[in-house]
């Protein structure tokens, strides 16, 4: 669900097919069908699926494409930069085996949808949903359970060829450091996360588990860890599989994309499982892996041996957890929460963040964006 999505399909396609046509000088005729914009699609960017139409050379020429459109106002995160999402997915396209979805075009000018977007060619494929959970209803709890596990071992192999990729090669250090938050590693992710976290509460509530969390992984962080790549966002919500035999068709949502410690994406991968079971009350599905069996894939798909596990998974807790500030706080700015809902404060996150550092449990009644549907 874009929580700020502010894009009609007629205006949409107006706009896209305008766009679209001064994209193609060469083109003659061109048409936008069958847009759509998903309301499920995630909380960070506007999605809008659209097919494409038009006569180039006296030929007829067909495409399937999607818009991932920038928030036109602050959203939730706090610097979305889709030309870097843009450029970083190009480099992977062209210079990995990477199953990353080929970008197209970027447009920086917010006068066509409102702000800047990415055009992709779309892929197609079955992806976990978040709303309602994978766990709880859909796809996913229809296989078979040797199937259903397949999803993660898809999952930790795409982590491992993320982190095997030669970023200095490829120039992503350049593209992804963020300077102005320490050196690259962990240092700069605590300097960034907590800027990002001053940023989620300066006009709404605060967490006083997250300020907990952020002393404790500023005295807790490891040292002389190996750098590589890293998605940011590793979870099989982001894949979109091939229902014939569960392949990878595309890995989406690079916009947390980082150089850092490899053991970064297992934390997430980690957290996110232990969300949807331990974090919404509910159990692991049948032929779902816990923690311990995805460090083991993970140690045997990359070579390594899994270190600071503890760490990196509370630290996937505290970003979430970050987020979630950012997110209840909008939802209330916005209208969709009342002033007091205890979503910034008191959500999945930051209760299982104070479960794996033993914290007092946060304030309040547990709650999520599901709710402003």
């Not at 399937?64 to 396209?93: C, I, N, Y």
């Not at 055009?119 to 040797?146: C, I, K, Q, S, T």
């Not at 760490?311 to 909008?330: C, H, P, Q, T």
Request: hydrophobic share 45%; aromatic share 8%; charged share 20%.
């Amino acid at each position: 669900m874009a929580i700020l999505n502010t894009l009609d399909e007629a205006s949409a396609k107006t706009a896209l097919e305008t766009w679209l046509a001064r994209m193609l000088p060469a083109a003659d005729d061109v048409a936008i069908s069958d847009l759509s914009i998903p309301q499920s699609a995630g909380m960070s960017m506007t999605t809008i699926l659209f097919g494409a139409s038009w006569t180039e050379n006296g030929n007829s020429v067909t495409a399937e494409l999607v818009a991932r459109v920038a928030p036109p106002q602050p959203g939730v995160f706090m610097d979305p930069d889709l030309e870097k999402e843009f450029t970083l997915l190009s480099s992977l396209a062209e210079r990995t085996a990477l199953a990353v979805p080929k970008a197209l075009w970027y447009e920086k000018d917010p006068a066509v949808l409102g702000s800047e977007f990415v055009v992709f060619e779309r892929a197609h494929g079955d992806v976990p949903p978040d709303d309602p959970p994978y766990v709880l209803e859909g796809w996913v709890l229809d296989l078979e359970p040797n199937r259903r596990g397949a999803l993660y071992d898809r999952a930790v192999d795409v982590v491992a060829e993320v982190a095997a990729v030669d970023w200095q090669a490829l120039g992503l250090g350049e593209l992804l450091d963020k300077p102005q938050y320490g050196p690259t590693g962990i240092d700069q992710q605590l300097g960034y996360w907590e800027d990002f976290y001053r940023w989620a509460s300066r006009d709404g509530k605060s967490s006083p588990t997250v300020e907990a969390a952020l002393q404790w992984a500023k005295a807790n962080k490891p040292e002389g860890e190996d750098l590589t790549l890293n998605w940011g966002d590793a979870r099989i919500g982001n894949i979109m599989y091939r229902p014939d035999d569960l392949s990878v068709a595309a890995v989406l949502d690079w916009e947390m994309a980082c150089i850092a410690s490899p053991e970064m994406d297992l934390g997430w991968l980690i957290l996110l499982v232990r969300y949807y079971s331990e974090g919404i009350g509910v159990p692991i599905p049948d032929g779902l892996p816990d923690g311990q069996a995805l460090i083991a894939a993970w140690e045997r798909a990359t070579g390594r041996a899994a270190r600071h596990v503890a760490f990196y998974e509370a630290f996937a807790a505290l970003r979430l957890s970050i987020i979630m500030v950012r997110a209840g706080n909008l939802l209330i700015s916005v209208g969709a929460f009342p002033a007091d809902h205890p979503m910034p404060v008191s959500n999945p996150a930051s209760q299982l963040l104070a479960t794996l550092l033993d914290l007092p449990a946060p304030q309040g009644e547990l709650a999520s964006y599901v709710e402003a549907r």
